[in-house]
């Protein structure tokens, strides 16, 4: 083909709209893994601390399954690793697949591909710098990621070079570009932005979900040879390096990508290689009003942050009696589990339950951000038009939407808790009931005050409203990690959002900040719905 000026104009596309994104999830990354590694040698600053704490992790199965193998853990860099890796990398699939799927599926859904297609292009070309310019927003994230985690490597407790740093940001960043790939292909496979997206994280949990159980059970270890979670754990980033992993990984890539780069060339621009049903049987009745049809729309989205939260509730009761041993190896943390609930041993699985109490709120937090961001979606991509030139209102819209939401929240919170309960008590760990569920509802004060935020933003500029909300929980969670081995005044605390959840059972609700932070919420969702109402709707 004819070179022209254009020639890389869908590369300048793709990458203008990926490296954003690649620099913030790199920057969190490595915050995140640092944080852990600096709040370790403050909790355990012996060594003799360090390896007692160690050995109450090497044989427990619950600890593996989440984390991975526990590699030179007693060493600040290997516990930084063997702490956040698998997370990073799941994170970083999952950040990988969704913006594949939104570059090549969301932009066919919107338009876009068809107005790029009408120049002088091939869909073999669009596909090859589409997924270059993705490659830029992943060199984004592992750049930032790399360079923040090689600097502090010069630091005497970390001691790593930065060969170990820039080894550790290909592992991480290596699975974000394989999944990027395979959201290329799913793209590929599936007719809908949604349904390559569901057929993609359904690989992602399959794929990690043997990953966990290759390291939870010695006889299907096997497992981890056959995924890409498997191989990014035997890496052993900053310890004991095997960089023999990074090969699957680069196979693993290049066939995904070369399936979507073939695939692309033959189908037809809107359809894909899965074709949907083309009949399907009606449900009118759930079409009968805005309220209902919201929660019809909004029912998968739901269910899958459901299960996140009961799932996460779960395994934090499973992990307390982990927590309970590991309190007898550090005199600080004896100390800290007293001052806070008494007995030394009975108190650390208690506070380590209540930790679940502050991660089903921030799930909560981050399920809002998503929330106003498929608002958002439907408005600027012209579908929420569709609702509102007949009898729906902009009110009524928007706030289906959130108070659906907000329902939903309560229920999910009183099963977690109840979960909570039941599992503690059946493992010996005796819960006062009302104290743990009814309790643990203090956590919807601040979610709701998230809700309120959020509206308030979506109804100056949708655009920026589910960011306003993912950069204050990450901002809230990084503040309260922080905080414990760090002093800060009382008013920047009190900009966390962490700060007014009370981390029962171990702690008494506060029904005084529930109330406050109900009440701010609420005064903020309705000046939300105030100026959505007043501004015009957005769309491309």
Not at 41 to 59: G, H, I, K, Q, S
Not at 157 to 184: E, H, K, R, T
Not at 375 to 381: R, V
Not at 391 to 417: D, E, K, Q
Request: aromatic share 12%; charged share 10%; proline share 3%.
């Amino acid at each position: 083909m004819r070179k022209t000026k254009n020639q890389f104009l869908l590369f300048g596309f793709a990458s203008k709209n990926s490296w954003r994104g690649g620099l913030i999830i790199g920057l969190v990354a490595a915050g995140l893994m640092l944080m852990q590694g600096f709040a370790y040698l403050a909790t355990y600053p012996t060594l003799d601390e360090r390896v007692a704490f160690a050995a109450t992790m090497v044989n427990n199965p619950a600890i593996k399954m989440l984390y991975g193998e526990p590699v030179a853990v007693e060493t600040a860099p290997g516990y930084m690793v063997f702490r956040t890796g698998a997370i990073l990398a799941l994170v970083a699939a999952i950040w990988g697949l969704m913006v594949a799927t939104k570059r090549f599926r969301g932009t066919e859904e919107n338009g876009q591909t068809e107005l790029l297609m009408s120049g002088p292009f091939v869909r073999r070309q669009f596909a090859v710098e589409t997924m270059a310019g993705i490659g830029v927003g992943v060199a984004a994230a592992y750049a930032i990621f790399t360079f923040l985690i090689g600097i502090s490597g010069a630091n005497a407790n970390m001691n790593y070079d930065w060969g170990a740093a820039v080894f550790a940001g290909m592992g991480i960043f290596g699975g974000a570009a394989v999944f990027a790939a395979l959201g290329a292909l799913t793209s590929q496979l599936a007719n809908g932005r949604r349904r390559a997206t569901l057929i993609g994280v359904t690989a992602i949990v399959i794929l990690f979900i043997m990953r966990c159980a290759g390291n939870a059970v010695d006889s299907l270890y096997w497992l981890k040879n056959f995924t890409p979670f498997g191989w990014i754990d035997k890496l052993h980033p900053l310890t004991e390096s095997q960089p023999i992993w990074l090969v699957p990984l680069a196979i693993a890539g290049v066939i995904f990508a070369g399936g979507a780069v073939w695939i692309c060339k033959y189908r037809d621009l809107g359809e894909g290689i899965l074709k949907a049903r083309e009949k399907a049987k009606s449900h009118l009745k759930t079409v009968s009003n805005n309220f209902v049809f919201t929660l019809r729309q909004m029912l998968p989205i739901l269910t899958m942050w459901s299960t996140c939260v009961i799932f996460v509730a779960m395994l934090m009761v499973v992990l307390a009696l982990t927590a309970s041993d590991a309190a007898a190896s550090s005199p600080t943390l004896i100390d800290a589990t007293n001052a806070l609930v008494g007995d030394s041993s009975a108190g650390m699985a208690i506070e380590f339950m209540s930790i679940g109490t502050m991660m089903i709120a921030v799930f909560l937090a981050i399920a809002v951000a998503n929330i106003l961001g498929q608002a958002k979606n439907e408005e600027i991509d012209g579908r929420a038009e569709n609702m509102l030139v007949r009898r729906v209102s902009r009110v009524g819209w928007l706030a289906s939407r959130t108070i659906v939401f907000a329902i939903a929240a309560v229920v999910v919170t009183i099963i977690a808790n109840v979960a909570m309960w039941a599992i503690s008590q059946y493992n010996g760990v005796n819960l006062d009931f009302a104290k743990t569920v009814w309790g643990g509802l203090n956590i919807i004060g601040p979610v709701v005050l998230a809700l309120g935020i959020g509206v308030l933003a979506y109804g100056i500029w949708p655009r920026i409203a589910a960011w306003v909300l993912y950069v204050w929980v990450v901002y809230s969670f990084f503040l309260s990690m922080i905080s414990s081995v760090a002093k800060f005044p009382g008013w920047l605390n009190d900009t966390s959002l962490v700060k007014w959840i009370s981390l029962t059972p171990a702690a008494s609700a506060n029904w005084k900040w529930f109330g406050v932070t109900l009440a701010i919420g609420v005064a903020a969702f309705a000046a939300g719905l105030i100026l959505f109402a007043r501004r015009d709707i957005q769309t491309d």
